[in-house]
T-cell receptor, first 115, second 119 residues
Framework: EAQVTQNPRYLITVTGKKLTVTCSQN?????MSWYRQDPGLGLRQIYY???????DKGDVPEGYKVSRKEKRNFPLILESPSPNQTSLYFC??????????????FGSGTRLTVV | AQTVTQSQPEMSVQEAETVTLSCTYD???????LFWYKQPPSRQMILVIR??????QNATENRFSVNFQKAAKSFSLKISDSQLGDAAMYFCAYRSGQGRGSTLGRLYFGRGTQLTVWP
């Protein structure tokens, strides 16, 4: 089944404790992206990647890191989480070029709480 | 950056009735794509319908259809014969077909419309 697998679905952590949210897709998509969703704000892009070893910032990159060492994986790293990073996070992937019109395939989301 | 506006934070509809969700966007581009996503309580993001800007014909997917007004930059979603399972948050999204740099490939989302369906 074509899908984006995101883990964990729920995570509660303490301020300052490094964490990683994993994301993997099996569709050979070039483009991958991370979004955070907050009430009343919709979805905002954190980072994106056009292909292996090519990543760049979105609208809200502060406090986050990403890497793209393999085409299928795009982990989101919070080096020192803070309470304002409490949010719902989505990983998404897409074909590029002629595939732009197909939109994104989303992971199931990660509900992160930082206390 | 492109702006997508959903002016209705909440909407409600009676089961079997029709409801229309509004979306407007701001762009100077001629080549782009528009999408409606549904997010039920399970929080999964589900693609409902999509529209290419160069196509004049409005997209339709079963009970879901759009009214795409390119000149007015409007992209509303009509849900016919509403069902209880249609209750969800609905997001309108825009994607450039000719973006550069950080805009290339990015989906810009509105803030969402929460749809309630009454039995």
């Amino acid at each position: 089944e074509a899908q984006v697998t995101q883990n964990p679905r729920y995570l509660i952590t303490v301020t300052g404790k490094k964490l990683t949210v994993t994301c993997s897709q099996n569709m050979n998509h070039e483009y991958m992206s991370w979004y955070r969703q907050d009430p009343g704000l919709g979805l905002r892009q954190i980072y994106y990647s056009m292909n292996v070893e090519v990543t760049d910032k979105g609208d809200v990159p502060e406090g986050y890191k990403v890497s793209r060492k393999e085409k299928r994986n795009f982990p989101l790293i919070l080096e020192s989480p803070s309470p304002n990073q409490t949010s719902l996070y989505f990983c998404a992937s897409s074909l590029s070029g002629q595939g732009w019109n197909y939109g994104y395939t989303f992971g199931s989301g990660t509900r992160l709480t930082v206390v | 950056a492109q702006t997508v506006t959903q002016s209705q934070p909440e909407m409600s509809v009676q089961e079997a009735e029709t409801v229309t969700l509004s979306c407007t966007y701001d762009t100077s581009e001629s080549d782009y794509y528009l999408f409606w996503y549904k997010q039920p309580p399970s929080r999964q993001m589900i693609l409902v319908i999509r529209q290419e800007a160069y196509k004049q014909q409005n997209a339709t997917e079963n009970r879901f259809s759009v009214n795409f007004q390119k000149a007015a930059k409007s992209f509303s979603l009509k849900i016919s014969d509403s069902q209880l399972g249609d209750a969800a948050m609905y997001f309108c999204a825009y994607r450039s077909g000719q973006g550069r740099g950080s805009t290339l490939g990015r989906l810009y989302f509105g803030r969402g419309t929460q749809l309630t369906v009454w039995p």
